[in-house]
């Protein structure tokens, strides 16, 4: 098992910086492959970026290429989320999620291990 807590949401104007971090605990947290997805109101859960165990390799959805960065800090047991200049759309809650898996599986149903979200709300 291995246990995810995220933290560092908040309200931002559209432009602004956002870090989102995320704990883990339990099993070898650099054996995982860990992923940020989010939700919209009435929307699906999606996919927005994931990075390899050692943190070598990175992906990201269209969308937050350019703008979002994806790290981690084994020593630390912690991942994170960096926004830059993030936009009304980027509303939602934001999880982190860890599994052993491609850093290219983008369906929320294949990751085993889930946070309690993070509240992020972008004023325009």
């Known amino acids: 098992q291995v246990q995810l807590v995220e933290s560092g949401g908040g309200l931002v104007q559209a432009g602004g910086s956002l870090r989102l971090s995320c704990a883990a605990s339990g099993r070898t947290f650099s054996n995982y492959v860990m992923g940020w997805f989010r939700q919209a109101p009435g929307k699906e859960r999606e996919f927005v970026a994931s990075?390899?165990?050692?943190?070598?390799?990175?992906y990201y959805a269209d969308s937050e290429k350019g703008r979002f960065t994806i790290s981690r800090d084994n020593a630390k047991n912690t991942a994170y989320l960096q926004m830059n200049n993030v936009k009304p759309e980027d509303t939602a809650v934001y999880y982190c999620?860890?599994?052993?898996?491609?850093?290219?599986?983008?369906?929320?149903?294949?990751?085993?291990?889930w946070g309690q979200g993070t509240q992020v709300t972008v004023s325009s």
């Open positions: 999620a860890a599994d052993s898996t491609l850093i290219t599986q983008t369906l929320p149903g294949r990751w085993n291990y």
């Open positions: 990075i390899t165990p050692s943190g070598g390799f990175t």
